[in-house]
């Protein structure tokens, strides 16, 4: 990954060229955006916000160029590569200001929760409109559920699995992206900033309280910002994991049973490390070690 950080900070042409390519492919398949946003976001950690807002305007005009000579039927109205700039550019401000990957955190958190509430104040009812959604993305779609909106759970949490997504995203990106970055310039120093990842306990206090209040009078409110609490401290119980292996000189083989649980039951392993997270900023475990 060396030399594919260095081919991106190599020259504008060549930050551009990956930018665009994976971003316009990204609408075959959207997980290649996240090559897209980490070009970005590496030019940005390493050159600042003008070099990275020019690669941003240029690579944007050639994805679009691409899409009118290609158009998909994605049922989107811009490219998903898009959604993910944004909130990708706001966790580097974060991270460029103080080297703090908590700070990011709690930024991009914030971003889809502003997301989760721009969709419930603009639409009203998300679930229908998801619904609607999917019945266009996917052909078939009403016939495979019999129709009918209140029989498919996973239509309820589509709002809140979004927001999430678009998190978990926007944060693999930028520790890729920081990741790159440290391997250039600053050997090691992704890892001593990881696993030190805490998110401060008013904010967890903070949390609690907005989905108590939001539970009183709008449930699918509630559920959808619950889901983006769980990216959030999903990133910080895996950051005391890593911190657990490094503190009790363990080897890192031991990191490798949890990832793949959370590749075959990220249903059960991703809400098990997001509840480490919350214990985390209650009981801190590092401080403890």
């Known amino acids: ?32 955006a996240v090559f897209s946003a980490t070009a970005i976001a590496l030019v ?12 941003v305007a240029v690579s944007a005009i050639l994805i679009e160029i691409f899409e009118a000579f ?17 909130p990708v550019l706001v966790g580097v401000w974060f991270l460029r200001s103080n080297a703090s990957q908590s700070s990011a955190l709690a930024a991009v958190a914030g ?38 909106i209140g029989s498919v759970d996973f239509i309820r949490l589509a709002n809140g699995f979004a927001a999430m997504f678009l998190g978990f995203g926007a944060m693999l990106t930028l520790f890729f992206a920081r990741w790159m970055q440290a ?20 904010l967890l206090i ?26 959030l401290y999903f990133f910080q119980g895996l950051g005391v994991l890593h911190a657990l292996v490094v503190h009790r000189g363990l080897s890192r083989h031991w990191l490798i049973a949890p990832y793949m649980g959370l590749f075959l039951l990220p249903q059960i392993l991703v ?19």
């Open 1 to 32: 990954m060396r030399a594919f950080a260095k081919f991106i900070l190599a020259g504008r042409l060549n930050a551009i060229f990956i930018a665009s390519f994976f971003g316009a492919v990204s609408v075959y398949s959207s997980p290649l």
């Open 44 to 55: 940005a950690l390493s050159k600042g916000f003008g070099e990275a807002f020019y690669v």
């Open 70 to 86: 290609f158009p998909t039927s994605t049922s989107l109205p811009f490219p998903i590569v898009f959604a993910l700039w944004v």
């Open 111 to 148: 971003l889809c929760a502003l997301f989760v509430l721009g969709m419930h104040l603009v639409i009203g009812d998300v679930v229908t409109w998801w619904a609607q959604w999917f019945e266009q993305a996917i052909p078939g779609f009403s016939d495979e559920t019999g129709g009918e």
């Open 183 to 202: 391997a250039l310039f600053n050997p090691g120093g992704f890892a001593r900033e990881f696993v030190v990842l805490k998110l401060p306990r008013t």
């Open 206 to 231: 903070g949390i609690l309280v907005l989905l108590v209040a939001t539970g009183s009078f709008n449930q699918q409110l509630m559920s959808d910002l619950f889901m983006v609490s769980l990216m």
């Open 271 to 289: 809400p098990g490390m997001a509840l480490m997270g919350v214990a985390d900023s209650i009981v801190d475990f590092r401080s403890r070690q």
